[in-house]
């Protein structure tokens, strides 16, 4: 059973406009949510956090939602740039050490000049 | 500061062999987890060492093994290898007791044939 999904498996969009990426959960006993950045050859790197007392994080171009009672958290790139362009990895664990995260399958974004 | 590396960067085997995959963390992490991408899968976490110990196991099969050493570089090995093992194995590394963001590797390339 996934207990975190991105169930698009790719995104399109032009430089400039917004990238929304989305992620389900289903286990009610993750608090905290990381999204990674995977360019090709390259391991993931971190990009962004939120834990579940909050429902907004921004950093720069990047701004993580969460909908707790939902169960849903996206991920806002505003502008997009082709440097964006890699694949994003939802994840989520129970504990703020996140010594055990659970991933999503992963969304590649391709943003087009 | 040299990041998280891993070697082989691909490695061919052939079913029932063994084989070693290693790990060097950033300097001055204590905390080494192993990580294995399938195709089409997300990220599946397998083993989590602090300190020399193994402090948490994924799902997966006692075939899959590994040790920290005293420099705290890591070994995975996988026993009696199984074309489904073929997979990217990450690396990713934190500062300690389970807790900070992880850095992840490059990966290393298994290929069971």
């Known amino acids: 059973d996934q207990q975190v999904k991105q169930n698009s498996p790719s995104l399109s969009v032009q430089e400039g406009r917004i990238s929304i990426l989305n992620c389900d959960y289903t286990?009610?006993?993750?608090?905290?949510f990381l999204w990674y950045k995977k360019y090709p050859a390259e391991g993931p790197t971190f990009l962004i956090s939120?834990?579940?007392?909050?429902d907004k994080n921004e950093d720069g171009r990047f701004t993580v939602f969460l909908n707790k009672s939902a169960k849903h958290l996206s991920l806002h790139i505003v502008p997009s740039q082709p440097g964006d362009s890699a694949v994003y990895f939802c994840?989520?664990?129970?504990?703020?050490?996140?010594?055990?995260?659970?991933f999503g399958k992963g969304t590649m974004l391709l943003v087009s000049p | 500061e040299a990041g998280v590396t891993q070697s082989p960067t691909h490695l061919i085997k052939t079913r029932g062999q063994q084989a070693t995959l290693r790990c060097s963390p950033i300097?001055?992490?204590?905390?080494v987890y192993w990580y294995q991408q399938a195709l089409g899968l997300g990220l599946q976490f397998l083993l989590w060492?602090?300190?020399?110990?193994?402090?948490n196991r994924g799902n997966f099969p006692p075939r899959f093994s590994g040790r920290q050493f005293p420099n705290y570089s890591s070994e995975l090995n996988v026993n009696a290898l199984e074309l489904e093992d073929s997979a990217l194995y990450l690396c990713?590394?934190?500062?300690?007791?389970?807790?900070?963001?992880?850095?992840f590797g490059a990966g290393s390339r298994l290929t069971v044939l």
């Open positions: 990713a590394s934190s500062p300690g007791q389970g807790i900070g963001v992880l850095t």
């Open positions: 994840a989520a664990s129970r504990d703020s050490g996140y010594s055990t995260l659970t």
């Open positions: 286990n009610s006993m993750f608090d905290y």
């Open positions: 300097s001055g992490h204590t905390s």
């Open positions: 939120i834990s579940s007392i909050k």
């Open positions: 060492y602090d300190e020399g110990e193994e402090r």
